[in-house]
């Protein structure tokens, strides 16, 4: 059973072009959950999506960041435009569904931004 | 707001000393709390976590964690520790039943493990 699956590890860009970053949740888990990692600090949410809809977006900066989560495929994080700042670690976690004892977070490796 | 505070940055034990990390979170109800351990360049792993019942909870790798709700705290405790315990370590807190799904995470103290 594999986990939260995660890519690419690594991704190096630009400044100004674009990120995509993918998160395959684990089999069975239709909730999906995406946090930003800064270089010395903790975690802090950025979204939560359920399949083909946004639940929580409050921790998504307002600009340049959007996330999605399609009936079919992975969730994707996408990063317009890409400034230094948005260098980080992007992790995503997965659970199973709305049952409150089912709502343990599963992570994934996460993607290590690089912008040059 | 709920927020979550760890007041070590870094921790530097012995091998085979007893250990325990700091946690105290700020939440107006009851809270479902969390320790998860992240190794250099990985992920996440969860430790252990409390929803209710029993206050102390009994984790993976020999961690406990006793949730004191008069102190808003739940520090995690190791007897003993073992060189491959040296990682960061994360206490995070999350609504209730019926609270927010998002993690809120501390700022994580870092564990050295001398030999």
């Known amino acids: 059973n594999a986990g939260v699956m995660q890519n690419p590890r690594h991704l190096v860009r630009r400044r100004g072009q674009e990120a995509r970053l993918r998160c395959s949740p684990m089999k069975g888990h239709s909730h999906v959950y995406w946090y930003r990692q800064l270089p010395e600090e903790g975690l802090k949410f950025m979204v939560y999506l359920q399949k083909e809809n946004i639940i929580d977006e409050s921790g998504m900066p307002k600009e340049r960041f959007s996330a999605e989560f399609p009936k079919e495929g992975p969730s994707i994080l996408r990063i317009q435009q890409v400034v230094r700042g948005d260098s980080a670690a992007y992790f995503c976690?997965?659970?199973?569904?709305?049952?409150?004892?089912?709502?343990?977070?599963?992570f994934g490796p996460g993607t290590r931004l690089t912008v040059l | 707001a709920q927020s979550v505070t760890q007041p070590d940055i870094h921790i530097t034990v012995s091998e085979g000393a007893s250990l325990e990390l700091r946690c105290n979170y700020s939440?107006?109800?009851?809270?479902?709390l969390f320790w998860y351990v992240q190794s250099p360049g990985q992920g996440l792993q969860l430790l252990l976590k409390?929803?209710?019942?029993?206050?102390l909870v009994q984790g993976i790798k020999g961690f406990e964690a006793e949730f004191k709700r008069s102190q808003s705290s739940f520090n995690l405790r190791k007897p003993s520790v073992h060189w491959s315990d040296a990682a960061e370590y994360f206490c995070a807190v999350r609504g209730g039943d019926t609270g927010r799904r998002a993690l809120t995470f501390g700022s994580g103290t870092r564990l050295q493990v001398q030999p």
């Open positions: 409390y929803f209710s019942g029993d206050t």
């Open positions: 976690a997965s659970s199973p569904g709305a049952s409150v004892s089912h709502n343990e977070q599963f």
């Open positions: 939440y107006g109800a009851t809270p479902y």
